[in-house]
């Protein structure tokens, strides 16, 4: 079992960045593909960014694609998400997801364990 907890949430202006943290208990993360998924107000959660097992491949979202970074260090148990440019439509819930296997997925029917989730806003 994994457990999942993200921070690094906040509010912010139009154009800041943020880096949002998921630190992970229970197992070492190096065997889990790991995604951040994002639920706005009145909307389905979302597809943001995901990475593989060890981090060779990575995927994005279209909205982030060029202003997100996923990343993470296994060593740490943790994996990160560097938000550059915000802009409103970024104003989310941001979770912390991961799935028992090397390979990442943008299917969020495909992750087994999630954080509780952290919030970001975005004001002009």
């Known amino acids: 079992q994994v457990q999942l907890v993200e921070s690094g949430g906040g509010s912010v202006q139009t154009g800041d960045s943020l880096r949002l943290s998921c630190a992970a208990s229970?197992?070492?993360?190096?065997?889990?593909?790991m995604a951040w998924f994002r639920e706005a107000p009145g909307k389905e959660r979302e597809f943001v960014a995901s990475i593989s097992g060890y981090g060779g491949s990575t995927y994005y979202g279209d909205s982030v694609k060029g202003r997100f970074t996923i990343s993470r260090d296994n060593p740490k148990d943790a994996a990160y998400l560097q938000m550059d440019s915000l802009n409103t439509e970024d104003t989310a819930v941001y979770f912390c997801?991961?799935?028992?296997?090397?390979?990442?997925?943008?299917?969020?029917?495909?992750?087994?364990?999630w954080g509780q989730g952290t919030q970001v806003t975005v004001s002009s």
């Open positions: 997801a991961a799935r028992s296997t090397l390979v990442a997925s943008t299917n969020i029917d495909r992750y087994e364990y």
């Open positions: 229970g197992r070492a993360l190096g065997g889990y593909a």
